[in-house]
């Protein structure tokens, strides 16, 4: 699709705009039960169990029947909850959730019921803002959840979690700015036409590792799942949601997990565009065929969802706080400035794109491994240190710890209750004392 054919966009029938909208509707209800089936059953491969494999074929329908199930459940509501904001939260996550695919393209134009449509509901010069957008908006709906629950845990939850996103937002956006300055447009349509003769995932390829690490962490998906980490808050911002209202906060976290990787798909591996070798069909980019070659890299990259779940454990959270600040954030803007400079030395000097940003990541790799061996020496001295002061700290000794005066062994050191905690005294001191 070219930039000539956004003539396309606003002018289909409203009963064709109906029947995209019905189809985006169901074919995301569809791969969110299939994907809470598929993490399921890749999850307890990984821990060497069967998973869910009986109702249905190979248990497929296991998750339709935990939706009707928690559907039936009796709702609880707190007796402190702000009503109406406790009510709306829910509805917000999962709204923004489904509106951020109105501009997504799944295929080329096609004839559909005798019309010519884009596969795409619709478009315009601005479309990746637009995702952003909404999904700035999404966050309102875990903010408000935690604060209108009445209760600290799902407080902290929402706090965490507009920190998280918010921070990992701004690398998710400084990534795409490669990808507006190659295509030269912010038109979800025209960056996948700007692809054609190669990906931006090869050609960009720091920004593609940028945006994978920030959408997972944009997600909330394990290792980021630090809103909802049980071992501190509970269940995070929906400790107090349960029976629908819970669903749709589910229902939501599955979703945008479809959406991010229908974005990385979009801006980075082609979009609808089949892949080399099947690329050399010529019927490959055309008529319904283009929507399966979406689908199988949108579900390559759920699968990577589902395989960092169950790999890798949580980090803290001033560890994941640290790593969008600290790394994710100045490596964007580095990269940002060799993709420009890139760009205008391919205009004004006789480089091609390829040696330019050979040299640019060859640049990138050499500040990663100046900052990680920085990193290191400064690990490894925090590490001296509290080897150091634990080997104090062990030398300590309270001798009223038990309730009972008991003289300390030689060598050790006795901190007497009457002062400060940070005076202590020798074993001789104290007997001579």
Same mark, same amino acid.
């Given at each position: ?8 966009? +606003? ?14 509707? @169901? ?66 996550? !999962? ?54 629950? +009445? #209760? ?8 965490? #979690? #507009? ?23 912010? #038109? ?25 690490? !920030? ?20 269940? +995070? ?14 229902? !939501? ?112 790799? @050499? ?26 700290? !062990? ?39």
């Amino acid at each position: 699709m070219t930039g000539g054919q956004f003539g396309f966009f +606003g002018v289909d029938p409203w009963w064709i705009v109906i029947v995209k909208v019905l189809g985006i509707f @169901v074919m995301l209800v569809l791969l969110t039960l299939f994907t809470i089936w598929w993490e399921r059953r890749v999850v307890s491969r990984m821990q060497h169990r069967i998973g869910p494999n009986r109702v249905g074929p190979f248990g497929l329908l296991q998750s339709l029947m935990d939706g009707v199930k928690l559907a039936l459940k009796e709702e609880i509501v707190p007796k402190g909850v702000h009503l109406a904001v406790y009510w709306i939260a829910p509805i917000i996550s !999962a709204t923004t959730a489904f509106i951020a695919f109105a501009v997504i393209p799944f295929g080329p134009v096609v004839n559909m019921f005798g019309q010519q449509t884009p596969l795409q509901l619709t478009d315009f010069p601005v479309s990746v803002l637009y995702i952003l957008a909404i999904a700035s908006i999404g966050i309102y709906g875990i903010v408000l959840a935690g604060w209108a629950s +009445g #209760s600290t845990y799902p407080l902290l939850g929402g706090l965490r #979690s #507009s920190a998280q996103m918010i921070s990992y937002e701004i690398a998710m956006g400084l990534s795409f700015v490669a990808v507006f300055l190659y295509a030269g447009s912010m #038109s979800t349509s025209e960056i996948v036409s700007a692809q054609e003769p190669v990906w931006f995932a090869v050609i960009l390829l720091p920004s593609f590792l940028i945006y994978v690490t !920030a959408m997972v962490g944009e997600t909330n998906r394990a290792p980021f799942d630090l809103p909802e980490a049980e071992g501190e808050l509970v269940g +995070g911002f929906h400790t107090e949601y349960s029976s629908m209202k819970f669903a749709l906060f589910f229902l !939501a976290e599955y979703i945008n997990m479809v959406t991010v990787s229908a974005l990385a798909t979009t801006l980075f591996l082609g979009g609808w565009r089949a892949p080399w070798p099947i690329s050399l069909w010529d019927a490959a980019n055309t008529g319904y065929w283009p929507m399966l070659w979406w689908l199988a890299k949108v579900q390559i990259f759920i699968f990577i969802f589902i395989w960092l779940r169950g790999t890798l454990p949580r980090l803290r959270y001033d560890q994941f706080m640290k790593f969008g600040w600290k790394i994710l954030i100045p490596v964007s803007i580095v990269w940002i400035l060799i993709v420009a400079t890139a760009r205008v030395l391919r205009n004004d000097v006789q480089f091609t794109s390829t040696q330019i940003l050979l040299v640019g990541a060859i640049t990138i790799v @050499v500040l990663l491994a100046g900052s990680w061996l920085l990193q290191s020496r400064a690990d490894r001295k925090t590490a001296l240190q509290e080897e150091a002061d634990a080997e104090i700290q !062990a030398r300590v000794f309270d001798a009223m710890a038990g309730g009972y005066p008991v003289p300390p062994m030689p060598g050790q050191q006795v901190s007497l209750p009457s002062r400060r905690a940070t005076s202590s005294v020798t074993t001789q001191e104290a007997i001579d004392g």
